[in-house]
């Protein structure tokens, strides 16, 4: 049995798909770009800045599993230039706890949107 996930402090999911789904103990969520959950636009030119949206837009669904970062497991970086890597580590380095998630990082052609960023997470509920 799964359960859909929603919240409009993230932005509408662009595709059919949920912006996550609760499947027995875990929340699986679906990659975020760097959108403005208010406009639909995308935020930022600068890696740093895309990176804390789509984070913040991670965190805005998680909230409404009832979740938080201490409960995420796994995630996956995806960008479009590795080159970016160190800054985008840095960013996200700075809303994980201390025992932060199992992570994967890869280099992509593109992203919807034209995003630098997108990043999707696993949660242990």
């Known amino acids: 049995m799964k359960e859909a996930i929603t919240s409009s ?6 595709g059919p798909y949920s912006q996550a789904v609760r499947a027995g103990g875990l929340v699986f969520l679906s990659g975020q770009i760097p959108l403005d959950p208010k406009t639909g636009e995308l935020v930022g030119v600068d890696v740093r800045a895309q990176a804390d949206r789509v984070i913040d837009n991670l965190a805005a669904v998680l909230r409404a599993a009832g979740l938080s970062f201490e409960h995420v497991v796994k995630t996956t970086i995806y960008l479009t230039d590795l080159a970016d890597f160190g800054a985008v580590n840095e960013v996200y380095g700075k809303r994980f706890g201390a025992v932060p998630p199992a992570r994967a990082t890869v280099q992509v052609a593109a992203l919807p949107r034209g995003a630098k960023v997108e990043i999707d997470a696993v949660a242990a509920a």
């Open 9 to 14: 402090d993230a932005p509408k999911a662009i």
